[in-house]
């Protein structure tokens, strides 16, 4: 009573109908598992053409580095530029790249375009000593620049000797001969620097002392006295200036002595120097020609004093001997 019989063909046409779409379904659905194995897949084949892609890029980027290399030699330099630039462009994170044609670019005096390349070798790599020499140096020639002679030069000046001494103390750290070149420069250019420091000091010194005299002359004048300049006039015309003596000069590298070592032949050398001529040339005196007992290498402490007392003393230590700051030449 109200039932009916049911209607097995047309269930049979829906079951079938379902086992249909169901199949359709599983056909078309992709499980994540295979999603992630095929995304996978995807991205090591990619990662292998960039790989193979960017081994080719730096392979080519070192030929054009030592092209570029070879033109610095033959003071090709303007060509210099133009092979480290494709260099850099297949492959723009070594920081060597941009360090030597920021010295090709210095070499030409493009100073802000070397100064931007080695700002950004030292982006790269902070342990970029010929990056922090070259960026130290276009610092105090841009003081050199300045036509007025203020404080803040001098603050300037201290920027580019702190980059010259992270220079000289990473040159310290490696032993390639490459940077005993290196080292070289950076000694004298520090030296340099120094001596520029207490120039703008003295020249600050003297205009701040001529305001004074001017100044006490002016009150004089009003008050009806004179006054007595002789001891004044004395001591504005001072120089407080010294000449180095010989015997801080090491006698191989005409540099300023850093570490004092005595040998048995009597002479004196800066460490490092008479080190690398030891090594070159065996345990030879390179002036006096006598053998030299490599055991009784002994520091020259009181040679080490008196520098140390006149770096304290004048802030500076070099053999340079120029009176005007902006006359120095750096290297």
């Known amino acids: 009573m109200g039932n009916t019989a049911p209607n097995y063909?047309?269930?049979?046409?829906i079951l079938s109908e379902q086992e249909y779409q169901q199949k359709n379904l599983s056909q078309n659905y992709e499980y994540p598992e295979r999603k992630v194995l095929k995304a996978a897949k995807k991205s090591n084949e990619f990662n292998g053409i960039m790989n193979r892609r960017q081994s080719q890029n730096i392979k080519k980027s070192l030929e054009y580095k030592t092209q570029?290399?070879?033109?610095i030699q033959q003071k090709q330099y303007k060509k210099a530029i133009e092979s480290y630039t494709q260099?850099?462009?297949l492959f723009d994170r070594d920081s060597i790249y941009f360090s030597n044609r920021s010295v090709a670019n210095k070499l030409l005096n493009r100073f802000q375009e070397a100064k931007q390349d080695a700002q950004q070798a030292l982006k790269i790599d902070q342990k970029n000593s010929r990056a922090h020499f070259i960026y130290g140096t276009i610092i105090?020639?841009?003081v050199q620049m300045f036509p007025d002679t203020t404080e803040s030069l001098?603050?300037?000046a201290q920027q580019g000797i702190k980059e010259l001494e992270?220079?000289?103390e990473l040159v310290k750290i490696s032993k390639k001969e490459q940077k005993n070149k290196l080292s070289v420069l950076i000694n004298q250019n520090l030296a340099k620097g120094k001596r520029m420091m207490y120039l703008i000091r003295q020249e600050?010194?003297?205009?701040n002392i001529q305001t004074l005299k001017q100044t006490l002359l002016d009150i004089s004048h009003r008050q009806q006295q004179k006054l007595d300049w002789s001891a004044i006039e004395q001591n504005i015309q001072k120089q407080r200036d010294i000449q180095m003596p010989e015997y801080f000069v090491c006698p191989i590298l005409f540099e300023m002595i850093e570490e004092p070592i005595l040998l048995n032949s009597g002479l004196t050398y800066d460490k490092s120097s008479i080190q690398q001529q030891f090594k070159q040339n065996g345990y030879i005196d390179p002036i006096t020609r006598e053998l030299i007992d490599p055991l009784g290498l002994i520091e020259n402490i009181q040679l080490a004093i008196g520098i140390s007392q006149i770096k304290r003393e004048?802030?500076?230590i070099g053999i340079e001997n120029e009176k005007d700051y902006k006359a120095i030449r750096f290297e």
């Open 9 to 13: 063909e047309e269930i049979s046409d």
């Open 68 to 71: 570029g290399n070879l033109y």
């Open 87 to 89: 260099a850099i462009n």
């Open 140 to 142: 105090l020639i841009e």
């Open 154 to 156: 001098i603050n300037q």
């Open 166 to 168: 992270s220079a000289q």
């Open 204 to 207: 600050i010194d003297k205009k």
């Open 314 to 316: 004048y802030g500076w």
